[in-house]
């Protein structure tokens, strides 16, 4: 059974930087795609960034300069970068994955605060 686990979260003052892990477990195979969402609260959850296989990556507009996606195929393992955060960058982290269907993880929280 696959199981996707983030980590890395925590509470920053803006203008911080957070570095977001996720392990894959539990699967034989690459992943074609993996990616970040985030929900804040009252929001719909929405994309953060995503990274392909092959090392294409595509972010949401106001994480663009910001933010940065990567991952190690070896490991089954995303990261995600975050630089410059602001307090509406608070919101829980999902991290999600794809092959034949989707997996998500349980979610990590960022908290964007002075």
């Known amino acids: 059974q696959v199981q996707l686990v983030e980590s890395g979260g925590g509470l920053v003052q803006p203008g911080g930087s957070l570095r977001l892990s996720c392990a894959a477990s539990g699967s034989d195979y690459m992943f074609d795609a993996m990616g970040w969402y985030r929900q804040a609260p009252g929001k719909q959850r929405e994309l953060v960034a995503v990274i392909t296989s092959g090392g294409g990556t595509n972010y949401a507009g106001s994480m663009k300069g910001r933010f940065t996606i990567s991952r190690d195929n070896g490991k089954n393992t995303v990261y995600l970068q975050m630089n410059s955060l602001r307090p509406e960058d608070t919101a829980v982290y999902y991290c999600?994955?794809?092959?034949?269907?989707?997996?998500w993880g349980q979610g990590t929280q960022v908290t964007v605060s002075s």
């Open positions: 999600n994955a794809y092959r034949y269907r989707v997996y």
